[in-house]
């Protein structure tokens, strides 16, 4: 007897208009359709769970940049993107969202130990969306990501590149603060993700800029070191250009790294003016 269909499948299969045949359990699947769109930008974007078009016919490379969307190999099923309860987070505002995420508890250990849940800041209307992996102890503190010394490294990259932190959208790939600052576990990083595509669709952002290892492994669903994932421009799998550069908090133990997180800056500047039409 084959597999039972997984909820991707039924989803490609609904969509085409395929009636699926199975036994009677319970169905886990759920959709996750995007509407809306932003004036001057991109009308329609593709699904968090659909294949963006370049993961399909591979686009030409943006002059002075190297391409490698879709060149990151697949990682673990327990990177892959969570489908838990992700029918109804389709559907919430910003506001709803964010009540969602600070009642969630579906990671007990983190529910347990957190000050409270650290939803995301920034413009939501903006070009730039960055990532980072958890929040840290000041972070679980203020409700707010990268407000330590991080933070404020990350504020002064990007007054660098002549952007302030109110311009662009900030958010993790956890919303609750690991004990002792760890890592984030796979499951726990799949049981939030739904929150973190949600954000994605609500900002529509231009270009997303992957903060450190752990974020841009999950982002891109891969094991890669981050050493080989910066430097060039990914697809995320909404369609969304992708940059990987440094943690801030990596920076700041080894400063003489610096010079290749600007590259990095530099990069997914590039990508946004590209796609503005501008040459400078």
């Known amino acids: 007897m084959s597999d039972p269909l997984n909820a991707l499948q039924r989803y490609y299969l609904e969509a085409m208009g395929i009636q699926v045949w199975e036994r009677c359990v319970p169905d886990q699947g759920s959709r996750f359709k995007v509407e809306g769109s932003k004036t001057g930008k991109v009308v329609q974007r593709p699904s968090a769970l659909e294949p963006s078009p370049s993961s399909q016919t591979?686009?030409?490379?943006m002059e002075g940049v190297p391409e490698g969307a879709g060149n990151v190999g697949e990682g673990p099923d327990l990177l892959k993107p969570s489908?838990?309860?992700?029918?109804?987070?389709?559907t919430l505002d910003w506001q709803q969202l964010r009540e969602r995420v600070a009642e969630c508890r579906s990671c007990e250990e983190l529910a347990a130990c957190r000050t409270q849940t650290v939803f995301g800041v920034g413009n939501r209307d903006a070009d730039?969306?960055?990532i980072g992996e958890a929040p840290g102890a000041d972070e679980d503190r203020q409700g707010e990501p990268f407000v330590g010394r991080a933070g404020q490294l990350l504020n002064a990259m990007l007054r660098g590149i002549g952007l302030e932190r109110e311009q662009v959208y900030i958010a993790n790939i956890l919303k609750c603060r690991p004990p002792e600052n760890r890592d984030p576990k796979p499951e726990e990083a799949a049981a939030c993700s739904a929150f973190l595509q949600r954000q994605i669709v609500l900002v529509q952002p231009r270009v997303i800029l992957a903060v450190g290892r752990i974020a841009a492994q999950n982002l891109l669903h891969c094991e890669t070191p981050i050493g080989k994932l910066r430097g060039t421009v990914h697809r995320h799998e909404s369609g969304v250009p992708l940059v990987v550069t440094y943690h801030p908090a990596y920076l700041l133990r080894s400063p003489l790294e610096k010079r290749k997180a600007w590259g990095d800056l530099c990069l997914a500047r590039r990508v946004i003016r590209e796609a503005a039409g501008q040459t400078s």
């Open 128 to 130: 730039w969306l960055i």
């Open 58 to 61: 591979p686009e030409p490379a």
């Open 83 to 90: 489908t838990l309860n992700l029918e109804p987070v389709t």
